[in-house]
C-alpha cells in the first residue's frame, strides 16, 4: 500500500541523519515527510541534505515550535490532499523502531483502519526508562482508556498507521489538543465513528540522544481534556443523546 511516513521533529539534529536512512531502509518505497518546527540546532537542514541523497523525502518548514498536534494536523493535511493509502506516525528519537513500521501498515492490509503500536499490550514493552515513568505512563493510560470506554490499552503512543480513508473522514485538522493528548483524541474520535483500530505490540527503547520534549504541563493537558471528554460523554448520555455519534 502506497504509506508515507510522517515525522515530526524539532532539536533532532543527532538523530535525523540516522533516522531516516533507518527508515528509508526498513520500507524502501514509503515516502517521509519530516515536518519541522525551526529547529534552532539545524534538524530541518540536515533533513533536506539527506533527502537530496536518499529521495522520496519532503521536509515541511515550520516557522516556530507550536506543538505536537498542531505539527501532526500540519503533516496530515499535506498527506491528505494527494493519493496515499496509509500514513504512518513515529517519532525520530529511535523510541520507535523502524524495523517495526511493515508490521503496522500489514495490519491495515489485512483490514484495520488504524494501528496503535502497543507497549502495553501482551509483547510490549518499554525499555531504559525509570520506574516513575512507566508506573506514570501505564497509570494515565488506563485512565484514559477506562474513563472515554476505549478498547485500546496505549492510547497516548505515537508510533500508528492510519487508513488514510478513516484518517479524513474524522478531520484531523479540526481537533484541538496539543501535546500527547492530540493522539488520544484521534484514537477517540476514530472508536466513535465505528473505525477498526487495533494494538500491535512493540517495545518502545527511551531515546539515547536528544532531549524529551515531555514536561508536567503536557501531561496535566492531556488529563484535563481526558476528563473534559469524559464529562461531555456523561453529560450527553444524561441529555439523551448518544455519546458515540459523530
Known sequence: MQTVVVVPTYQEAENIVRFLGAVRSAVPEAAILVVDDNS????GVLAEQTALMLGN????HRVAKQGLGSAYRHGFAEVL???AEVIVSMDCDFSHDPAAIASLVQRIEQGADAVVGSRYVSGG????W????RLLSRWGNRYTSG????HIR????GFRAYRTSALRAINPTSTEAEGYAFLTELVRRLVRNGYTVVEQPITFVDREFGTSKMSGRIVAESMMLVTGWAAADVLAKVRGR???AS
Open 130 to 133: 525509570p520506574m516513575h515513568r
Open 40 to 43: 534552532p540546532d539545524g534538524t
Open 147 to 150: 474513563v472515554l470506554r476505549l
Open 154 to 157: 496505549d492510547c497516548t503512543s
Open 242 to 244: 448518544d455519546p458515540n
Open 57 to 60: 523525502i519532503t521536509v515541511l
Open 81 to 83: 490532499a494527494g493519493d
Open 125 to 128: 514493552g518499554t525499555v531504559n
